[in-house]
C-alpha cells in the first residue's frame, strides 16, 4: 500500500461513517487548489507514522545486518588509569607510526601530538581538556611525518585508558575510545536485538551471545573482536513526513496496513467528533490484534497423561 492510498483510504472511511460525506475522496492536489483536504493530508501524515510505528511494536519488521569488525590495535598497549604528575606522562613511539588517539579524563589537562623532525619538535594535535564530574572522551586525528611520536601529558590528573592508533580515520568523531568494549554504528533503522551470532576470524561461531552491550546506537562487542557479527533485530518503520511522496510504499503491509488506515483515521476525528473516533477504534483494534502473527511451538504435541491410580488404606 503505498502513503497515497492509504491518505485515499483514509477519507472513504471518514466519508462512510461521518454523516453526509464531508470528506472529499482522492489524493492531495499537486497545485494546492484544495487547502482543506492538504491540510488534512499534512494532519494524516503523522498520524501515519505514530500508526506504523505502533503497529510494528506488535508484528515486528524483521531484518538481518553483518557488521565487520576488523583488528584496531592500541599502539602503547596500555590500559587502565594513568597518574598525571608534576612531570608531566608521557608515550613515545620510536617509529612514529600514528595517526590518531584518544583518552577519557576528568581532570582539566593539556593533551599534545609531538614529532621529532630533523631537529625541531612538531606539534601534530594539541588538546586542553575540562574539569568535569564524570570522565569524559578526547580524540584527535593528524598527518604524520617521519620520525618519533610523544603523546606528552601536561597538568595534575588522571587519564584512562590513552591509546594510539596507526589508522586512519575521516574524523576526531570516528576515533574509537580504547577500553574493554569498542561501539560499532547500528543499523539507522533499529529497534530492538533479536539474535546475534558472532564469527570471528579464528574458532567456531557464537550464537546468541552475551558478550556486548547496546548503548546510544551503537553496538558494543569485546574490544579485542575480530570477525563479523550478523544481527536480526526488529525495525522501526521507514518515516512517513509530510514531504513523503504519495507513490511511496508504506514499510508496513496486508492487515498492518489496514489497521494503519483505521488508526489514522480515528486520529483525525479526534477532538472533532468523539463518536466518530470511537466508532473507528473498535475495528482498528481489530485489525491491529490480526496483525500480530501466529505463535506457535514446533515439535511439541499436546498430549493427556494418565496418573498412576493410588490405593489407599
Keep these: 500500500m503505498t502513503l497515497g492510498d492509504c491518505f485515499g483510504k483514509i477519507l472513504k472511511l471518514l466519508n462512510y461513517y461521518a454523516a453526509g460525506g464531508v470528506y472529499a475522496a482522492g489524493g492531495v492536489p499537486a497545485d494546492g487548489s484544495d487547502p482543506v483536504r492538504t491540510e488534512l493530508f499534512l494532519r494524516a501524515a503523522a498520524l501515519i507514522d505514530a500508526a506504523q510505528i505502533e503497529v510494528t511494536s506488535v508484528r515486528p519488521i524483521l531484518r ?26 608521557t608515550f613515545t613511539l620510536p617509529d612514529g607510526d600514528a595517526r590518531a588517539f584518544s583518552l577519557r579524563t576528568q ?71 580504547f577500553g574493554a568494549w569498542r561501539d560499532r554504528p547500528l543499523p539507522a533503522d533499529f529497534r530492538s536485538l533479536v539474535r546475534l551470532t558472532l564469527r570471528p576470524c579464528v574458532g567456531p561461531e557464537v550464537r ?25 533485530y526488529t525495525a522501526y518503520p521507514t518515516p512517513v513526513t509530510e514531504d513523503t511522496a504519495l507513490d511511496a510504499p508504506l514499510t508496513v503491509d496486508g492487515a498492518a496496513a489496514e489497521a494503519v488506515v483505521y488508526s489514522a483515521a480515528a486520529g483525525l476525528a479526534d477532538g472533532e467528533d468523539a463518536a466518530l473516533e470511537k466508532r473507528l477504534r473498535e475495528p482498528y483494534r481489530t485489525r491491529r490484534s490480526e496483525a500480530v502473527p501466529a505463535q506457535s511451538v514446533k515439535g511439541i504435541a499436546p498430549s493427556l497423561y494418565a496418573a498412576p491410580r493410588r490405593r489407599f488404606a
Design 107 to 177: 581532570d582539566a589537562l593539556t593533551v599534545r601530538v609531538l614529532q621529532e623532525r630533523d631537529g625541531d619538535t612538531v606539534t601534530l594535535a594539541e588538546i586542553r581538556t575540562e574539569d568535569t564530574p564524570a570522565l569524559r572522551a578526547y580524540t584527535a586525528v593528524w598527518t604524520p611525518g617521519e620520525g618519533p611520536v610523544r603523546l606528552c601529558i601536561a597538568g595534575t590528573g588522571h587519564v584512562t585508558d590513552p591509546a594510539l592508533y596507526r589508522e586512519s580515520f575521516p574524523d576526531a568523531a570516528s576515533v574509537p575510545v
Design 64 to 89: 538481518t545486518a553483518e557488521i565487520v569488525c576488523a583488528r584496531l590495535e592500541n599502539r602503547i598497549g596500555t590500559a587502565g588509569v594513568h597518574r598525571v604528575g608534576a612531570d608531566g606522562l
Design 208 to 232: 546468541d551471545c552475551r558478550e556486548y552491550r547496546l548503548r546510544d546506537g551503537h553496538l558494543a562487542l569485546p574490544w579485542a573482536f575480530e570477525g563479523t557479527a550478523t544481527l536480526t
